[in-house]
């Protein structure tokens, strides 16, 4: 006769399936770890806990009455939770297809384009297909470039319909090419003023005849002078004063951005109740400020661009990369290991030293302080052992 087996008995692998498990360690080790703890619960309390499957991605819940249980059986079942969830809910294999139409909001010369362009390499670098659309260059290509500051006037009716009908035709692009991007995750950018709230309405009613779109409004807000300033002299390269005298060209920009600030509505809470999703920078990243809006960046698009943001910034500043010099390895043409530098690699390191040590000299104590970073190894510490040694790389200043 064949003995007696317990349920959990029944459903443990084969000696042969072993090895295999334990290659499948990430994945296989944490199932089977979930499933046991749910199946001990179970026995336990006389099948009152459960596990049901939902969906295709396998989300796992357990479920228990919690006048039966007692606190140590509480915690085993949030960890069969995590366990379940954390498998269950990730699928590498599948393809993720989402649209995300991203919304520009501010006045002139808040770093909009910029941070437009900023998303645009970072999501096409993380693999998210992602185009920018600026209805500035839309202007300008259909004749109306170097045009005056009345053109943006708020009471030049005419004026208004002419860029009100470039924005949407510019949204209107931005939309064709996520239809186009097919069955993929995709990302379209308005770079745009988009500084009235009929105007946001506009974008967002026409965002939602599209299936499967999800609007993000990103606005930009400076106060900063010097951050302005800086701008304003970025903005009298463009097409639109090409050729103009600085002076000129400066009081026109400035009399182009009074005129958008007549009109101009920030993003407030007032738009709430069209259930908008939006983020506010403010001053390049010194606040940023986000509603309805999930940012886990393991999860969602918004996440992506919320993580880039916490890196903006526009002041200058160096970056040096440097390799370390000779190590005892390198002598013996051997590749690895955590050897120390031989007396070739320690002047190296010195000669590092004097060129670092002589930019934070130029620097003085207006310049910000350095920071050194290096890796673990016998022959990184020794190099930076040097940096410490320096006269301007003081303890206060400088982190190694």
């Known amino acids: 006769a064949r003995p007696p087996t317990s349920h959990a008995a029944r459903r443990a692998p084969p000696a042969a399936m072993l090895p295999l498990c334990g290659c499948l360690a990430g994945c296989g080790a944490g199932l089977a770890a979930g499933f046991g703890l749910s199946q001990a619960l179970s026995r336990r309390q006389g099948g009152g806990n459960h596990v049901k499957a939902h969906g295709q991605n396998g989300f796992a819940r357990l479920t228990s009455d919690p006048e039966k249980t007692t606190p140590r059986q509480e915690a085993w079942k949030r960890q069969a939770a995590r366990r379940c969830s954390s498998i269950f809910t990730t699928n590498e294999h599948h393809v993720k297809e989402e649209k995300l139409v991203i919304v520009m909001v501010g006045l002139p010369a808040r770093g909009k384009s910029y941070i437009s362009k900023a998303l645009v390499r970072y999501l096409n670098f993380l693999g998210i297909h992602t185009r920018l659309f600026n209805a500035g260059n839309l202007r300008r290509d259909t004749g109306k470039a170097g045009i005056s500051a009345d053109f943006f006037n708020p009471d030049n009716r005419e004026a208004k319909q002419q860029r009100e009908a470039m924005a949407m035709e510019c949204l209107e692009q931005l939309l064709g090419f996520l239809r186009e991007a097919g069955n993929v995750t995709a990302v379209g950018i308005l770079d745009a003023t988009n500084t009235t709230v009929e105007r946001r309405a506009k974008v967002l009613d026409r965002c939602s005849q599209e299936r499967g779109v999800t609007v993000l409004f990103l606005e930009s807000l400076c106060t900063d002078e010097s951050v302005l300033e800086a701008n304003y002299k970025l903005k009298l390269i463009n097409d639109d004063y090409k050729g103009m005298d600085a002076g000129e060209a400066t009081k026109d920009f400035l009399e182009r951005v009074a005129k958008y600030e007549e009109a ?115 022959r990184h510490l020794h190099t930076a052992r040097y940096l410490k040694l320096a006269a301007s790389f003081t303890p206060h200043k400088t982190r190694v």
């Open 264 to 378: 101009y509505q920030p993003l407030d809470d007032v738009e709430q109740d069209r259930n908008m999703s939006y983020i506010k920078l403010i001053d390049a990243g010194r606040k940023l400020v986000k509603y309805r809006c999930h940012t886990d960046a393991r999860q969602t698009l918004p996440g992506h661009v919320f993580h880039l943001l916490h890196s903006i910034h526009l002041g200058p500043r160096s970056i040096f990369l440097a390799l370390v010099g000779e190590c005892r390895h390198d002598v013996e043409q051997r590749l690895g290991g955590d050897s120390a530098l031989t007396a070739v690699g320690q002047k190296r390191g010195q000669l590092l030293c004097r060129f670092l040590d002589a930019r934070e000299a130029e620097a003085g104590e207006e310049g910000q302080p350095a920071m050194v970073m290096c890796g673990t190894l016998q």
